[in-house]
Structures are given as C-alpha cells and as structure tokens.
C-alpha cells in the first residue's frame, strides 16, 4: 500500500526502487499489488476479498487509512485478521542518499528479511 496523490501508483524512481527491493526479496513486481490509498480507500475486507493478501507493506501510508483499529512503529510486523502488517516511511524518503534514508533502509531490510523468512 502506497499513498501518492500524483500518479496512479508510485513515480518512476520509486517504482524503479521498490523493483530492486522485492528483487533483493526474491519477488517482482508480478508478484505483488501496488494499491495506491492517495485515490481508492481499502479496508481489512477489501484486502482479503479482492488482493487476497496475508501480507500487506503500508509504504507512507498511516494504519487508520486501512481502518485498522491499531496503530503500530514503522518497522514492527504486526499481525492482526490474519494478515501480517509492516508500516514504514514512503518510497521517496527511503530512496534518497542521505544518511538519514540509509539508515531508514537497512531498518527496512531487517523487517523485510524477518517477514519473509530470508537468510
């Protein structure tokens, strides 16, 4: 889940970013659903009826944009309806090269390696 009012899913540099990092998670973008909450809004229901999904990466977009009735830290997987949820910042904080943003992603990458059990 992303939130970006400007375009329909992410811009190019961060569609381009998130494809390196499902690759590093041995995905693409063919196995996932970007679902932008900037023009449709989602709810737990909608996510189990139509992405079908038990696993769900809120990219810059809050829980209560979901509905969710928690609220959880970047970074922690939080398992709630039977779905495994992550919050963290948005693609365009995390792909920038500050020091700040590196810091950001390799936070990311320890959650990312623990939610999909990667060594």
Request: aromatic share 8%.
């Amino acid at each position: 889940m992303v939130n970006c009012p400007t375009d329909v899913y992410l811009p190019d540099a961060e569609l381009e970013w998130l494809g390196k990092m499902l690759e590093a998670c041995r995905l693409n973008l063919g196995d996932v659903a970007i679902a932008n909450t900037a023009r449709n809004q989602f709810t737990i229901s909608d996510i189990k009826k139509e992405l079908f999904s038990n696993t769900v990466i809120l990219l810059g977009t809050e829980p209560a944009a979901l509905q969710l009735p928690i609220n959880f830290p970047h970074f922690n997987l939080q398992p709630y309806d039977g779905i495994v949820f992550m919050a963290a910042p948005s693609p365009g904080q995390l792909n920038q090269a500050t020091s700040e943003a590196k810091l950001l992603k390799s936070k990311l990458w320890v959650s990312l390696q623990k939610l999909f059990k990667l060594t």
